[in-house]
């Protein structure tokens, strides 16, 4: 038995590059106490639809450049390095979600999703082009061949298109999102403490941990 988490995240978004980063420290400052397993979900800020941008689309975190100031100085702080490059482009996502479906499905789902973070918005590689993300596939230990074969199907379509559903029923006010159990959601890249503490309350109604160990912490 673990503690469940559900992260709803875009890969074109750099906060859900940033809080990729900060989950990692809060799963690192529980590990041994109790299990935790992640699963990836995919969701689009920016859904391709007659060409008309959805409500809540990547550039809103960006609006000004104190937020993007703001956004940098977090990022720097958790080991990341934007580039420019990156954080300007907008390129179409939905086959790097379908590629990361098909990692999963390899067991490989962790490692492709961080080559695309970085190759998108550290390196400003366009991962809307198949050829970007065959390379993506290969350094992340899927093959090139196998990825250039998957690209040219269909595969994996319903499943990302169901999990974006899925959000979209959530009522996700943005991402990253995450759902912890079921019954705890957190919307942004919120401070590892933060998730520290809703991974411990978890443990504790779930039986994981003895004590209740955040009794002045509490998500609705």
Sequence with gaps: MAVEV???SDVACPWCYLGKRRLERAVAQVNGRFPVRVEWRSFEL???LGGSAAAGSRDAPLR?????DELLRAAYAEGVHFSAEGLAQDPPVFDAHRLI??????GRGEALIESVFRASLCHGRDIGQHAELERIGEQAGLGADRVREFLRTGEGRREVEAEMAAGQR???SGVPALII???IEIIG???PEELTAALEQAAWEKGLLDADPTPAYRYP
Aim: proline share 8%.
């Design 46 to 48: 920016r859904p391709r």
């Design 101 to 106: 479906w098909f990692a999963r499905q390899a």
């Design 181 to 183: 159990d079921g019954n």
């Design 64 to 68: 000004t450049e104190a937020e993007q």
């Design 189 to 191: 890249a919120r401070p």
């Design 170 to 172: 959530l009522g996700l």
């Design 6 to 8: 559900d992260v709803y």
